[in-house]
């Protein structure tokens, strides 16, 4: 009997933490248009799968009353599952529990859960739905928070770690998240800055909403800080189901294999890129028409446009592209783009994951702002990552590749492992009309039509140096093929570098433009 009334003791104290804040703060949270904790972690997680640890953690706040406040769980929940049957680590904030505020020993649960997840070798996933510091535990909060940072910087580039942002994340609470491989936000739900608009009201006297100062479109679009931009909290989790299926579990591993697919026969390879290269086109119908069943899963989709990175296919193996994009401002490199290829770079490397560039891009963006904003040590990040990197990287001369832009898309001279070009691309200090107008300016002066004379010189330049050949001729491009012949290129070299084995000076560590 005694066993029977202890099970019937634990089911009853379980029953009342898996209540969270209760009836009336679950409704609060349904109102807001938000799944619970609870409803989370389960629809992320493979059906039954999911196993919680430290559910009877209880605070240790005596000061401000809070020795009368049961908290159950503290606030966060944590544990394990799986996701198409490969285990994961997992937490999730509790808003419905005092806010989600996060205290001492919910920051203990969360750091117990990130040393499992580091010592397992298993990616983790942490749902951030928080207040932010528990005001009444005082340094125990901000103690708290130090102890997660200085594990998301341990577990960086050994396992990945996803943030997904399903609710506010204010003050230091950001910076977890920030620490992270990738950041998922959903509209209108989605809230993150360091302080919030009361604040900035009664500092610098300016108005404006959490949305405007901090939702997920901002930060997808505006601060580069989100990866993933979603409509809904489900579409968000198919989103991080998406991108486990393209990752391996740790740095020791690659990414798990799939049965190799063609591309899809609408994408003709040929017909996408237009003859004139002064004509725009979308360099992701380039990059489905070379992948396995033309699948490109794409990051920071809404973010400095005129690059684009994700992950693909190729002979059922991940790859990672990296790729100008001709729609957006001719596909420059610029402070923001620069930033968001380099860091994605980075992550491949880490990662295990080969690296294909398609390059068709005049340089880097010029002007006053750009200069101010500090393009020299930002551009200079692109370079770092690609000459840093030892996995596997293949670049593709599309059409256009011009002067510290040609260098910097990981050409031979940062150590490209295979450099292929297409017939049609041009490669020079600088493009033909501002090339012809330096060199020759003095003959399109004197010419009786300077304009006529302009043009001459223009076809000159492009015909003898706007062309594949004369790098080819030195070397520095391994051979010019035709767009047909790219994905078996591509097959080929990463078929060949495989097993690629790349040494760099020892050291404790680079020191990178940050």
Same mark, same amino acid.
């Given at each position: 009997?005694? *066993? ?6 634990? +089911? #009853? +104290? ?96 969360? &750091? ?36 997660? =940072? ?6 960086? /580039? ?25 950041? =998922? ?37 505006? &601060?580069?800080? @989100? ?36 591309? #899809? ?75 968001? @290829? ?31 904003? /500090? ?5 200079? #990040?692109? *370079? ?5 990197? &030892? ?22 001279? !940062?150590?490209?492992?295979? !450099? ?13 009309? /501002?090339?012809?107008?330096?060199? =020759? ?5 004197? @010419? ?13 330049? +492009? ?26 290129? *591509?097959?080929? @070299? ?5 097993? #690629? ?12 433009? =940050?």
């Amino acid at each position: 009997m005694s *066993l029977k009334r202890n099970i019937l003791d634990l +089911r #009853k +104290r379980k029953e009342k933490v898996l209540q969270g804040g209760g009836e009336k703060a679950i409704q609060k949270q349904v109102a807001m248009g938000k799944l619970t904790a609870r409803e989370r972690v389960t629809s992320i997680l493979d059906e039954d799968s999911f196993h919680e640890y430290d559910m009877f953690v209880e605070h240790e706040a005596r000061d401000f009353g809070m020795e009368k406040k049961e908290l159950h769980g503290d606030g966060v929940i944590i544990g394990t599952g799986t996701i198409y049957g490969e285990p994961v680590c997992i937490f999730a904030q509790d808003f419905t529990v005092a806010g989600g505020s996060l205290g001492l020993m919910h920051a203990r649960k969360i &750091t117990k859960i990130m040393d499992h997840a580091l010592k397992m070798r298993v990616p983790l996933i942490g749902i951030n739905d928080s207040g932010g510091a528990r005001i009444q535990e005082g340094v125990n909060s901000l103690a708290g928070y130090g102890e997660i =940072f200085f594990r998301n910087t341990l577990a960086s /580039g050994v396992i990945p770690q996803l943030s997904v942002i399903l609710g506010p994340c204010a003050g230091g609470a950001v910076y977890s998240p920030a620490l992270t491989d990738f950041v =998922f936000v959903v509209e209108n739900i989605s809230k993150m800055f360091i302080t919030g608009p009361e604040v900035i009201k009664t500092v610098l006297g300016e108005e404006i909403s959490m949305e405007e100062l901090g939702g997920a479109k901002v930060h997808s679009e505006i &601060t580069g800080n @989100a990866h993933f931009y979603a409509l809904s909290e489900y579409e968000c989790f198919e989103q991080i189901k998406k991108l486990l299926t393209f990752i391996p579990w740790h740095n020791a591993k690659k990414a798990k294999a799939f049965p190799p697919k063609p591309p #899809k026969p609408e994408y003709k390879i040929e017909e996408i890129v237009p003859a004139d290269p002064t004509q725009p086109y979308d360099i992701r119908n380039v990059i489905k028409a070379v992948s396995d069943d033309s699948d490109f899963f794409e990051i920071m989709e809404n973010f400095a446009k005129n690059i684009v990175i994700g992950f693909g296919r190729m002979n059922g193996e991940t790859v990672g592209f990296v790729a100008n994009q001709p729609l957006v401002l001719a596909g420059v490199l610029d402070c923001d783009s620069s930033d968001k @290829a380099a860091r994605f770079i980075r992550y491949c490397d880490s990662f295990n994951i080969p690296i294909v560039t398609l390059e068709d891009m005049p340089g880097y963006l010029p002007g006053v702002e750009q200069e101010h904003m /500090g393009v020299i040590r930002h551009g200079a #990040k692109i *370079l770092y990552a690609y000459s840093e990197a &030892t996995v596997p990287k293949i670049t593709v001369i599309v059409r256009k590749a011009y002067g510290g832009g040609y260098i910097a898309m990981n050409s031979r001279h !940062m150590k490209a492992d295979f !450099m292929f070009a297409w017939p049609n691309a041009e490669i020079a200090v600088m493009g033909p009309d /501002g090339a012809a107008n330096i060199i =020759f300016r003095k003959e399109i002066m004197a @010419a009786e039509d300077p304009e006529a004379m302009r043009k001459e010189k223009v076809a000159e330049y +492009r015909e003898k140096f706007a062309n594949p050949y004369v790098a080819a001729a030195k070397g520095y491009i391994d051979t010019v093929i035709e767009p047909e012949e790219t994905r078996n290129m *591509l097959l080929h @070299a990463i078929e060949v570098s495989n097993h #690629k084995v790349d040494g760099r000076p020892a050291k404790k560590h680079g020191i990178p433009p =940050f």
